[in-house]
């Protein structure tokens, strides 16, 4: 017997391993519960609220404002270290100083445009050229110092190295606590949505502001320049960090990143089977399905599914989420894809376009697929019980005897897709003016299946 669970709280239980085979969570709270590695195939989440306890919510939105204020705190620094170099008379210095902008401005450049990751690596090679130029002035004043004799030059040359370290310190200051700023963003709007957001970049925003003016009344040229650089590290930042919030495939490091933390303390479903599992309406925020067999899972109108890992399944392609979220492919085209094994029960397909699309172990149960032009599609072990298939091309589909047909309600079909040199659809009845009477379709397509294989 299937157990209930429904209307339950159960923050922070766990499952682990069990089987819940059928089992209803629906209108549960199951916030921070582990259901890693259990069996729940055609469990019912529907209504249910994933996502993590408060208290861990309350931990990790404060460690987020807390690395958002440091770093504000470091990119300010940053900032005013680049304005110091600038302000020295010294030759050295001051290229030093334009090397150190010219650096920071490629790297936000490169963050904004091609994102975090290809900026990493801009920057990694930067402070690996830096840190070669150092050593190798370094080893020079050794070398000049081993000879027993200090002289003028070589005290430049230990002047340069400490004017490169500096200038590398400034680069390196500001870029991580732009990184930093984006993450801890991103996390924030993760865990407890937009207002903290707001106030993350609030805090870096102040703290980093306040710095650049003590730094101001110092010297007003470095402080200018440390103001400049927070505006633009703060700006910069919450671009960042809201574009990974909303899934720019540019940021997707920073959001990765962002969503293992928060999905840690989450509902988990890692490694379970969820197959023909039911989360309509739910809300799957912060949940982790690494791993888990999603076969026909049902997500329709589920929110927050951005906000979940959902690892390599299907639920990565965006266009698929929709999908199986509003589940309206009405005029659309998805020839040659495979939408293999998920969930499409009573969706609206009609006058789609599923040319040689996969459709293997998918749902179609009571689809509308009205005109749907079906050829050469892969419809094996596809459930089509009481799916709406009037009208629709099946040419060369490829059915098979485990094709579900019970009950579907179709006037006529067509067994070719007209063309300009042969524009006869051979519609089934052939009889234009009869229609199939109730269940004759699938008597009739059965038996041919079964000959066929």
């Known amino acids: 017997m299937a157990q209930d669970y429904r ?20 209108y549960s ?38 690395l958002s204020a440091l770093s504000g705190l470091l990119s300010a620094i940053g900032g005013c270290l680049v304005g110091i170099l600038l302000l020295d008379s010294n030759r050295e210095n001051l290229y030093v100083g334009i090397v150190s902008l010219i650096v ?51 005290m430049e040359l230990a002047q340069v190295v400490a004017v490169v370290v500096t200038g590398a310190v400034a680069v390196v ?26 106030l993350t970049i609030s805090i870096a925003a102040v703290l980093s502001g306040a ?20 505006v633009v590290v703060i700006l910069l930042s919450a671009y960042v960090g809201c574009s990974a919030l909303y899934e720019d495939e540019k940021q997707i490091t920073i959001r990765n990143l962002a969503l293992a933390i928060a999905t840690r303390y989450g509902t988990k479903f890692q490694g379970c089977n969820l197959t023909d599992a039911d989360f309509t309406r739910a809300s799957v925020k912060n949940a982790n399905f690494i791993k888990a067999n999603l076969t026909r899972t049902c997500w329709f109108e589920v929110k927050k599914l ?34 293999q094994g998920i969930n499409l029960r009573a969706a609206n397909l009609i006058d789609a376009s599923l040319v040689g699309t996969k ?43 485990q094709t579900q047909l019970e009950d579907v309600e179709c006037d006529y079909i067509f067994t070719r897709v007209p063309t300009k040199n042969n524009p006869n659809p051979q519609r ?19 038996p041919l299946s079964r000959t066929l294989n």
């Open 211 to 230: 710095m650049s003016v003590m730094a101001v009344r110092v010297n007003p040229i470095a402080g200018t320049v440390a103001i400049v650089t927070s």
């Open 7 to 26: 209307a339950r709280k159960l923050r922070g239980k766990s499952f682990r391993g069990k089987d819940l085979n059928g089992a209803d969570f629906s």
């Open 428 to 446: 089934l009845p052939a009889n234009w003016d009869e229609t199939f009477k109730p269940g004759e379709f699938a008597r009739f397509f059965s």
């Open 173 to 198: 200051a500001t870029i991580l606590g732009t990184v930093v700023i984006a993450g801890a963003v991103t996390l924030a709007g993760a865990v407890a949505g937009l207002i903290s957001v707001t």
């Open 104 to 154: 920071l401005t490629i790297f936000f450049l490169i963050t904004l445009f091609r994102g975090v990751s290809a900026a990493f690596g801009f920057m990694a090679l930067s402070v690996t050229c830096t840190g070669l130029a150092a050593v190798g002035w370094a080893g020079i004043v050794a070398v000049t110092w081993a000879g027993g004799t200090v002289h003028a030059g070589a």
């Open 306 to 339: 951005n906000l979940a890992i959902v690892d390599k399944s299907y639920l990565v392609n965006q266009t698929i989420r929709k999908l199986v979220v509003h589940k309206d492919l009405q005029n659309q085209n998805f020839d040659g894809w495979d939408l």
């Open 29 to 66: 709270n199951i916030r921070g519960v582990d259901f890693t590695d259990a069996n729940l195939e055609g469990a019912n989440f529907s209504h249910a609220q994933t996502g993590i306890q408060r208290r861990w919510a309350i931990v990790l939105v404060g460690c987020a404002l807390l």
């Open 359 to 401: 459709l293997n172990n998918t749902d179609l149960q009571n689809a509308n697929l009205s005109r749907a032009n079906l050829m050469h599609s892969q419809v094996d072990n596809t459930n089509f019980r009481a799916a709406i298939l009037t009208g629709a091309y099946i040419e060369n589909w490829g059915i098979t005897p």
